[in-house]
T-cell receptor, first 116, second 110 residues
Framework: GAVVSQHPSWVICKSGTSVKIECRSL??????MFWYRQFPKQSLMLMAT?????????EQGVEKDKFLINHASLTLSTLTVTSAHPEDSSFYIC????????????FGSGTRLTVV | RKEVEQDPGPFNVPEGATVAFNCTYS??????FFWYRQDCRKEPKLLMS???SGNEDGRFTAQLNRASQYISLLIRDSKLSDSATYLC???????????FGSGTKLNVKP
């Protein structure tokens, strides 16, 4: 089936540093990928829609200069958390639509970011 | 008002029980509906799509009620392995954008 590979699975970083998270579609092309964030006991919240070859679309309240998204190819989207702070600690998940699955979306395994 | 609302639970049921969750959505123009399952600290996984006519997959039955704007998930003969959080997902006007409910936690006990 359609697989989305997300790396790293977890990362601990110091406050003020930047962290890059990769999301790859392994056996299909994804013109659009989505980045979500999930705080403990809360729902997945869409942060941004990543479009191959163009600028990402950010949801209201998400700082585009802080969460840099690059979707340079049909199989890779990256999210960079710049100047991370403890309040950015969260579970970040990407997803992509695999058309042969119908309208369902496939998710990466998630990245647990802890900023200390 | 939230786009999608779910009872967070937890629902604590014995093995073999039948349990049902509902999820309400606010956008009457929504067209696509899904139930996802999420285990602790894992990514959500598609459980089933929800079709207008209702659909069944083994022990799982999903229903859509457009008039009242809710979808439901029924699990029969609950197994211990069904313990998870069940997320309701509804698309927005923009077909490519989806909203997730906060999830309903199910605990199936021996």
């Amino acid at each position: 089936g359609a697989v989305v590979s997300q790396h790293p699975s977890w990362v601990i970083c110091k406050s003020g540093t930047s962290v890059k998270i990769e999301c790859r579609s392994l056996d299909f092309q994804a013109t659009t990928m989505f980045w979500y964030r999930q705080f403990p006991k809360q729902s997945l919240m869409l942060m941004a829609t990543s479009n191959e070859g163009s600028k990402a679309t950010y949801e209201q309240g998400v700082e585009k200069d802080k969460f840099l998204i690059n979707h340079a190819s049909l199989t890779l989207s990256t999210l960079t958390v710049t100047s991370a702070h403890p309040e950015d600690s969260s579970f970040y998940i990407c997803s992509a639509r695999a058309d042969r699955l119908g309208y369902g979306y496939t998710f990466g395994s998630g990245t647990r970011l802890t900023v200390v | 008002r939230k786009e999608v609302e779910q009872d967070p639970g937890p629902f604590n049921v014995p093995e073999g029980a039948t349990v049902a969750f509902n999820c309400t959505y606010s956008n009457s123009a929504s067209q696509s509906f899904f139930w996802y399952r999420q285990d602790c600290r894992k990514e959500p996984k598609l459980l089933m799509s929800v079709y207008s006519s209702g659909n069944e997959d083994g022990r799982f039955t999903a229903q859509l009620n457009r008039a009242s704007q809710y979808i439901s998930l029924l699990i029969r003969d609950s197994k211990l392995s069904d313990s998870a959080t069940y997320l309701c997902v509804v698309n927005a006007n923009n077909f490519n954008k989806f909203y997730f409910g906060s999830g309903t936690k199910l605990n199936v006990k021996p």
